[in-house]
C-alpha cells in the first residue's frame, strides 16, 4: 500500500481518476490504546464499523483481542484473527448463524426474548437444554439521549418481561450478563447515567447475580455539526453508574466501541467533477461512503488538498451531489471550503472510519475505491492531548 505524509502530497504526486480511502491506521491504535487505559474490561470492537485489515491490524496492535460480531460473515472472517474472542451480539440470529458460530468456537451471544434464548439452546447444547458453556447477554431497552443514530426502538427488553428473561437466563446460562446499546454518536454522558440505573432496578427487582455487563457501544466521534463531551466525561459517567450496581466485585465489564476506535483513521479523497454555484458534483457519494451525510445529516470535516490557499481566504458553504443519476445522491452538508474551489480540485473529506467504507455498494457502477496510507494527523479528534503529545507539543498549540 502506498503511503504518503497527507492528502495534499498524495494529490501533489498524483491525481487519482478513482475516490481514495485514505486510512490512518495510527489514529485507530491510538484510540484503542486510550479505550484500554481508562476502561476497566474487555474492549470488543464492533466489527461491523470497518473491517479493513489495516485497522484491524491496528486495533490489534493496540491489543484488541474481544470483537463485536453481527451476522455469520463477520464471525467467518473475525475468527481467523489470532486469540480472537467473539461476541455474537445481534439479538436475533438465524438457527444456522448460532450453529455455525458455536461451531467456530463463539460462546457469548445476546438476546431480548424467551424465544432467542430456546433457539440459542436448541442449536448450542445436547438434549439436557443447558447452556452450560455460554456467556448470555440479555439486552435490555434504554433510552437514547443525545444520539445521532437512537437504536431504541429495534431491540431491547425492559420491566417484568425483561426480569423474567434474566432469571430464565441465569437457570441456564454458564455466565449472565446484561447488555445495551444508548445509540451511536451519544454526545451526552446522561444516556450511559440512565442506561445504568435501568439496569440498576432490573437487577433488584430479578435478584439475579450478574457475572458481566457490557456497557455497548455508542461513543462519539468529533463532526462539524457534532462537538461532543469529552471522552473522559464518558468514562467518569460509566465508573460511577457501576458503582451503584448491586453486583460482585469482580463483575466482568466490556464495552463494543466502533465508531470512537476507527472514525478518525480513514478518510475520503474525491475530486470535483463539476462546480454549479455552492454545489459540487463530486465522485462518491451517498451509495458509497457518504451515505451518512446523505441520510442522516452527518457533516463530515473538510478541507481543499489540491491546491494551498492562503489562511484567510474566503470560505464558503457547499452541498455535495454524488455521481450517481440519482437525486438521492445528495449531502446537503454544509461543507465548509474555500470560494475559489473550482472542477478538478480534490477535497479530503474527514473521519468517515466509521460505517463509511461498510456502506457503500456500487450502485449505477460507482463503488471502487484506491486506497492509500496517510501519515498525517485527522482534520478533528476526540485525542486531542494524545495526538498533541505524538505532535511533542501542548493541546493550545495543536487547536491554533
Ligand atoms: C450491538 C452493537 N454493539 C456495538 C455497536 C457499535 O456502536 P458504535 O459504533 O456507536 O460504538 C453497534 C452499532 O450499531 C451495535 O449494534
Not at 486510512?23 to 481508562?38: I, M, S, V
Not at 433510552?143 to 430464565?168: D, M, W
Not at 451511536?184 to 440498576?200: C, E, G, I, N, W
Not at 457501544?217 to 459517567?237: I, L, Q, T, V, W
Request: proline share 6%; hydrophobic share 40%; glycine share 8%.
Amino acid at each position: 500500500m502506498e503511503r504518503y505524509r497527507s492528502a495534499a502530497a498524495l494529490i501533489a504526486a498524483r491525481r487519482p481518476d478513482k475516490p481514495v480511502l485514505a486510512l490512518r491506521p495510527h489514529a485507530a491504535g491510538r484510540a484503542a490504546r486510550w479505550f484500554a487505559r481508562n476502561f476497566e474490561g474487555d474492549i470488543a470492537y464492533a466489527y461491523k464499523a470497518n473491517s479493513s485489515v489495516f485497522l484491524i491490524g491496528a486495533l490489534y496492535g493496540a491489543g484488541i483481542r474481544h470483537f463485536d460480531v453481527a451476522s455469520l460473515p463477520e464471525i467467518e472472517d473475525a475468527a481467523t484473527i489470532p486469540d480472537a474472542e467473539l461476541h455474537f451480539m445481534h439479538p436475533v440470529k438465524a438457527r444456522s448463524a448460532i450453529r455455525r458460530a458455536y461451531q467456530l468456537g463463539v460462546r457469548s451471544f445476546s438476546l431480548d426474548s424467551e424465544d432467542e434464548l430456546q433457539k440459542i439452546i436448541d442449536e448450542t447444547s445436547g438434549p439436557d437444554g443447558s447452556a452450560r458453556d455460554l456467556q448470555l447477554y440479555v439486552r435490555v431497552a434504554v433510552p437514547a439521549i443525545n444520539s445521532l443514530i437512537p437504536l431504541e426502538h429495534k431491540f431491547g427488553i425492559a420491566g417484568e418481561p425483561a426480569t423474567r428473561l434474566l432469571v430464565k437466563t441465569r437457570q441456564v446460562a454458564a455466565e449472565l450478563g446484561i447488555t445495551f446499546h444508548v445509540g451511536s454518536q451519544t454526545t451526552t454522558p446522561d444516556a450511559y447515567v440512565h442506561a445504568l440505573k435501568a439496569v440498576r432496578e432490573l437487577i433488584v427487582h430479578a435478584g439475579v447475580v450478574l457475572d458481566r455487563l457490557d456497557v455497548g457501544g455508542g461513543f462519539p466521534s468529533r463532526y462539524a455539526n457534532s462537538e461532543p463531551a469529552p471522552m473522559d466525561a464518558f468514562m467518569k459517567a460509566i465508573r460511577e453508574g457501576i458503582e451503584q450496581l448491586p453486583v460482585r466485585e469482580d463483575v466482568r465489564l466490556m464495552c463494543e466501541p466502533g465508531r470512537s476506535l476507527v472514525s478518525e483513521a480513514e478518510s475520503l479523497i474525491v475530486r470535483v467533477d463539476a462546480r454549479r454555484g455552492r454545489h459540487l458534483y463530486i465522485n462518491d457519494g451517498a451509495y458509497g461512503t457518504l451515505f451518512d451525510a446523505a441520510h442522516l445529516g452527518f457533516v463530515y470535516p473538510s478541507r481543499l488538498v489540491s491546491r494551498a490557499v492562503d489562511a484567510d481566504a474566503s470560505m464558503s458553504a457547499f452541498e455535495l451531489w454524488g455521481p450517481t443519476c440519482d437525486s438521492i445522491d445528495h449531502m446537503p452538508g454544509p461543507f465548509l471550503l474555500p470560494a475559489c474551489i473550482a472542477e478538478g480540485d480534490y477535497i479530503e473529506i474527514g473521519n468517515v472510519g466509521a460505517y463509511g467504507r461498510a456502506l457503500a455498494g456500487h450502485f449505477n457502477g460507482y463503488g471502487t475505491y484506491e486506497e492509500v496510507i496517510l501519515l498525517d494527523e485527522p482534520q478533528m479528534t476526540m485525542y486531542e492531548a494524545e495526538v498533541a503529545q505524538a505532535a511533542g507539543g501542548s493541546v493550545h498549540k495543536l487547536r491554533q
